[in-house]
Nanobody, 117 residues
């Protein structure tokens, strides 16, 4: 079955960096768009970054442009989110996701990122 497992979250001071990973299995990763979302309590899930199947095209939310970088390793079926110059407002649970058949979206379980001094 499809599995997406995020890791790399944690507590970091403002201005610091974290690298999230999302290891996947159960689908053709190299043919799939991958996306990173984040969510804070009481708010809708927000699209943070997306990367095309071959990695040649990326998109970012305005709030993270210039600070976050999405990448992928199709040999390892893994997508990454490098987060630099973190701010307290980046605190959220971060999820990776990929579209499935029809309206299905596959999600990971999420990893908590907390930016605080």
């Amino acid at each position: 079955q499809v599995q997406l497992v995020e890791s790399g979250g944690g507590l970091v001071q403002p201005g610091g960096s974290l690298r999230l990973s999302c290891a996947t299995s159960g689908f053709l990763f190299s043919a799939s768009v991958m996306r990173w979302y984040r969510q804070t309590p009481g708010k809708e899930r927000e699209l943070v970054a997306a990367i095309s199947s071959a990695g040649g095209s990326t998109n970012y939310a305005d709030s993270v442009k210039g600070r976050f970088t999405v990448s992928r390793d199709n040999a390892k079926n893994t997508v990454y989110l490098q987060m630099n110059r973190l701010k307290p407002e980046d605190t959220a649970v971060y999820y990776c996701a990929t579209p499935g058949p029809g309206l299905v979206v596959y999600w990971g379980q999420g990893t908590q990122v907390t930016v605080s001094s």
